[in-house]
């Protein structure tokens, strides 16, 4: 592991917090993913993510803020419903996208008019964020801590892995406990509209606005993770139906290719020989474990990897849109 990976503690946030405010990059644990975190509101330090991850620079960041009261800093004509679902699920897996205010930059929002904020819950990203807060910081600016368009990271070793020593220090604040990104809602006047699932079920949300959010039209904003190819291995990777996965691993290695599968309901066959892995069966545990077991598979030595689709329901709404772009083509 990077010798730039240190243990969470109080000593080492403080050092983060004195690193975020000279303009460097820090990667810290949050309840979804680890984030690559600059200061939001210097635009130096916020370019600098994009290069660390090879970042097309349109593509808009999400700021974390230490909690709701530093909303009004970053966005401007907030809507009551957003109020709401801040109020009921900050902090947590949830990010805003709202008209922005004077602080946010180009740099931030991808040169648009919005810009996506969310409270993280995860303590280590809370002591640091309140850490930076002390020292002036309005905010830290952090997508996932990995080169673009790869898997994301739910441990310090997968930041180490894709960025090493691109980042001034990685905060261990161990495996992440949701293991997917945050949900992303948008507002068009009082209309909210989903952008990415995530962490936070579509169904809670609807509990609190009194119905659903709607899809986003094609004048919505760009978002984080909305490319059609996103969260993708380095090897190929296909989503198969349970009932069709023994007769393709049997396709392919008449084709002499060596083959990795991550599996849930079907059953191993007794003469497969490359790296298998049982996801759990429900959906909230397979998420936590998805994005590592997507890297165990990808660090074998494989020609493909092979996915069992998972089931059609809203519970596996979020698992669902990341192995779409996992696999897409």
Sequence with gaps: MSANVVAANAGSIERAADELARGRLVAFPTETVYGLGADAA???AVRAIFAAKGRPPDHPLIVHLPDATHLDAWARDVPPGARALARAFWP???TLVLPRAPLASDEVTGGQDTVGVRVPAHPVARELLA???????????APSANRYGHVSPTTAAHVADDLGERVALILDGGPCDVGIESTIVAFDGERALLMRPGGLGVDAIAHVLGRAPGSPSQGAPRTSGSHASHYAPRTA????????LAAELARLADRD??????????PRPAEFEGR???APRDAEAYARDLYA???ALDASPSDAILIEAPPDEAAWLAVRDRLARATHR
Excluded: Q, S
Aim: charged share 15%; glycine share 10%; net charge negative.
């Design 42 to 44: 210097n635009p130096a």
């Design 92 to 94: 947590g897996p949830l």
């Design 131 to 141: 850490a930076f807060a002390a020292r002036g910081g309005h905010g830290i600016a």
């Design 237 to 244: 990777a296909f989503l198969v139906d349970a009932h069709a």
């Design 257 to 266: 290719e060596d083959v990795a599968v991550l599996a849930r309901t079907a």
């Design 276 to 278: 298998w892995i049982d």
């Design 293 to 295: 077991n997507l890297r």
